[in-house]
């Protein structure tokens, strides 16, 4: 407990530092920090996000053999979980990502520390419009709602008939959740969903060229 009160200490100090002796605001202050820390751990959320879509390549080139099986053991379910199974292991594609999952693990006390400064946050001033970054603000609301819209946008793998309510729905809960909580959150799930968006477009820019680059000339 004493180690996570550091941590959240050590938080708030960077946000009064950056706010109060570098003069940038606590708007700017909230927007650098996220940056940062997006920053530094981008080499851990990169190689969990490219493991993650390599997976989901090899699934997806999995998939008509995967038909076939499913059609050709009709009836009987455990003998299909069975070869799918053993179709997985030859193919090198695990259902569980141990690094991935350890990744996400490391990521989850910085991002939850961050919440707990940033949820308890009294008159933190104005930036642009916002009056007080302590108290929520409709606009920011909407702006994060939209900003978690374009990143779930992102994800190649939503069912076409389901991809407008599995983006709505969680920008919806995100501006809910904004509306509930300090104007400061809802800049840092701004921020920090169009950094996650933006990485993946670059990561699928990134893995789309290098697959055309392995493709054999005709």
Sequence with gaps: MELWQQW??????????????LHLGMGLAIIVMTLAVRSVLLPLTWTIARRAECRRISLQRLKPRLERLKVQFTGDQQRYAQEMMKLYKR????????ASLLGALIQFPVFLGIFQVLRGIHRAGRFLWIADLGRPDFLLAVIAGAATMALMATNPDMPEHLRLMLMVLPAIFTIVAALKFSA?????????????????LVLHAVLRRRAIGAAPER
Excluded at 8 to 19: D, E, R, V
């Design 8 to 21: 959240l200490a050590t938080i708030q100090h960077t946000l009064a530092l950056a706010a109060g002796d």
């Design 184 to 200: 400061a959150l809802s800049l840092y799930w701004t921020t920090t969903n169009v950094f996650s968006g933006i990485q993946t």
């Design 91 to 98: 193919e090198g594609v695990t259902l569980l990502d141990p």
